[in-house]
C-alpha cells in the first residue's frame, strides 16, 4: 500500500494505492482503517472500494476526539479469499494549536509488518506478508500455502518490521513436504456466526474430501487455548476482541492433515 496523507485542522485526506501481494492471485473487497488502536480484522472503520486487484481510496478521518500528539493511521485489505493481508501503517501528529512539534523518539514502535519466504531469502520488504495486529509483542498463529512446493525438506523464513523500518533477523525453521501420500488430502474451511461477548458463537465446518475416519481438532486461541474435537464447534467468548481459531482435519494419520487459521 502507498499513502499520501495531508491534515487540516480536524481531518486527515488521504488518498492511498491499495493492491494485494503479487503473490496472492485474489482482488480486493474490502478495506479498513484504524488509528492507534488495532480493533481486529474486518472491525475497524470501512474505506469504500470497488473490487480489484488494486485500487485508489480518497477518503478523509476525522479527528474529533483525538488529542494533541503522535498518532497512528493504520489501513489493511481483504481478499476474495476471505483473508486479510498486510496494510500499511504511519505516524501522524495532531497539532490543532500549531505548536512546534516535538521529537517523536519516545513514541513507541510497535511491529506493523511481518512477511515469510521458503528456502531462498529474497530480502527486506520482498518476502510475502502476512497480516498482524499493530502492537509491540505479538503471539499469533498463521497457516501458508504449501500446496506448491515438491516433496522434500524445506525452510520456512519469517521476520517482522517495526514502525521505524528496522527489520528482525529471520526467524527459520525447517518442515518436510511428502509425496505420494497414502490418503487424499481434506479440503479444510469453516464459517463462523457472529455473536457478543458472553454469548454463544457457532464454528460452522465446511470442510469437503473427507475420509469416512476422519478426525477433528478446533483451537480457540486467547488467554488460554481451548480445544474442541466435535465436527462442528460452539464456544463462548468471555470478552470482546479478535481472536485466532484453528480448524485441523486428518483424513487418517499426520501426512494427511490440513490446518486452517482464520480470525
Not at 29 to 43: C, H, K, L, Q, W
Not at 224 to 233: P, R
Request: overall charge negative.
Amino acid at each position: 500500500m502507498n499513502l499520501f496523507l495531508k491534515r487540516a485542522r480536524w481531518l486527515l485526506v488521504f488518498s492511498i494505492l491499495l493492491y494485494a501481494h503479487a503473490a496472492v492471485s485474489q482482488q480486493i473487497v474490502r478495506a479498513e482503517y484504524f488509528i492507534d488502536n488495532d480493533p481486529g480484522t474486518g472491525s475497524g472503520i470501512t474505506i469504500a472500494v470497488v473490487p480489484g486487484d488494486s485500487i485508489i481510496a480518497n477518503f478523509t478521518a476525522p479527528l474529533n476526539g483525538i488529542e494533541q500528539g503522535f498518532h497512528l493511521f493504520s489501513a489493511r485489505v481483504q481478499t476474495s479469499d476471505s483473508l486479510w493481508q498486510v496494510g500499511f501503517t504511519k505516524l501522524f501528529y495532531v497539532n490543532p494549536y500549531e505548536w512546534p512539534i516535538p521529537p517523536s523518539d519516545d513514541f513507541p514502535n510497535p511491529l506493523v509488518y511481518g512477511e515469510y519466504f521458503i528456502d531462498t531469502d529474497p530480502g527486506e520488504g520482498m518476502a510475502i506478508p502476512f497480516e498482524l495486529p499493530i502492537l509491540n509483542e505479538i503471539d499469533i498463529h498463521r497457516t501458508f500455502h504449501l500446496d506448491t512446493l515438491p516433496a522434500g525438506v524445506h525452510t520456512l523464513g519469517l521476520r517482522v518490521k517495526q514502525l521505524d523500518g528496522t527489520y528482525s533477523l529471520p526467524f527459520s525453521v525447517g518442515f518436510t513436504v511428502y509425496g505420494n501420500l497414502p490418503c487424499s488430502l481434506p479440503l479444510v474451511d469453516f464459517s463462523a456466526s457472529s455473536s457478543v461477548a458472553g454469548q454463544v458463537m457457532s464454528f460452522t465446518n465446511l470442510s469437503a474430501n473427507l475420509s469416512a475416519n476422519a478426525t477433528y481438532l478446533w483451537e480457540i486461541y486467547g488467554q488460554d487455548t481451548l480445544t474442541y474435537t466435535s465436527f462442528h464447534a460452539t464456544h463462548t467468548f468471555p470478552q470482546a476482541g479478535t481472536y485466532d481459531v484453528l480448524l485441523r482435519v486428518s483424513n487418517g494419520n499426520d501426512s494427511c492433515t490440513v490446518s486452517l487459521i482464520r480470525q
